[in-house]
């Protein structure tokens, strides 16, 4: 396998890919749906009101309607904002609005195995040079030795796609340029033809 380097253009073309995107939103403190069923592979975007947060916790602390953190865990902050598959990993996900706990604000996330195929790999191994950046920045991927083409999608905080390209070849180099969009992280979601990439870049 070789490694390709490359950035990406920005382009205005919708995307398709090979996972499915959720959203919970809130309906006063109560997260709506409470409790999700998605496969490896998939995003959540939480879309809840700039006085909750989103917070990890052990079964213990959720069933104890406690907003200990869970070591390693995802955390998003007041108006939430998306969970990329790579803090998804197989298994339930208990969490909690931090502020909002002792009321019994609290989901869980049930991640089960892809319903893809054994060739679709979700992948996070994406070096993004610089990070934290200006606003310009480059992509060094790991090994890989599939497709021809790939399709990009960077999302905000809030799960709002800011831009995307399509179909175009990964041995070009390009360039993406956030530096007209406001300091903050974004999420990156790159496809192949058997695999997807996810990672975050900071702007700053």
Partial sequence: MKKLTFSLLLGLVALTGFSTTWTVTNSGFNFSPATITIASGDTVMFNIDNIHTVL??????????????????????????????DDLPEGTHFYVCEPHASMGMKGRIIVEGSSA????????????????????????????????????????????????????????????????????????????????????????
């Fill in 56 to 85: 990890e916790v052990s079964e213990a602390t959720w069933n104890a309607n406690d907003n200990t953190p869970l070591p390693g865990g995802f955390g998003l902050p007041f108006g939430g904002g998306m969970l990329l598959p």
């Fill in 117 to 204: 195929t054994d060739e679709t790999l979700l992948r996070s191994d994406i070096a993004l040079f610089p990070n934290p950046t200006k606003g310009k920045f480059q992509v060094l991927m790991g090994d890989t030795e599939f497709a021809q083409n790939f399709d990009l999608e960077i999302y905000d905080s809030q799960g709002k796609i800011v831009f995307s390209t399509s179909k175009f070849d990964p041995q070009v180099i390009h360039e993406i340029d956030l530096s007209d969009f406001e300091n903050g992280m974004y999420f990156i979601k790159l496809y192949g033809d058997t695999e997807i990439y996810c990672s975050k870049i900071v702007v700053q």
